[in-house]
């Protein structure tokens, strides 16, 4: 079964920058179209971030110009850089499929203070 494990996170002030990565075992990965996600307190869960198979990728309004989903697949591994961080970007992230179709990591948290 495939395990997700997601690192990277931490408190950072507003306009600072975080780079997230989640490690994905099994040998499937890179067939799959990859995307991080985030839940913050009292809320659902989101999309942030879509990086497919062949290379594309699309973003939630609210990260756009912000936020760069990357991949390499020889590691299994997913990376989101977060620059020009603000309060409300407060959430766990978490990676999986789109659509998330594997059992969900433990997310990492970010925190943005004002």
Avoid at 39 to 50: K, M
Wanted: a positive charge; glycine letters at 12%.
């Amino acid at each position: 079964q495939v395990q997700l494990v997601e690192s990277g996170g931490g408190l950072v002030q507003a306009g600072g920058s975080l780079r997230l990565s989640c490690a994905a075992s099994g040998s499937i990965f890179s067939i799959n179209d990859m995307a991080w996600y985030r839940q913050a307190p009292g809320a659902q869960r989101e999309l942030v971030a879509v990086l497919t198979s062949g290379g594309s990728t699309n973003y939630a309004y609210s990260v756009k110009g912000r936020f760069t989903i990357s991949r390499d697949n020889a590691k299994n591994t997913v990376y989101l850089q977060m620059n020009s961080l603000k309060p409300e970007d407060t959430a766990v992230y978490y990676c999986n499929t789109r659509p998330a179709g594997w059992p969900w990591g433990q997310g990492t948290q970010v925190t943005v203070s004002s």
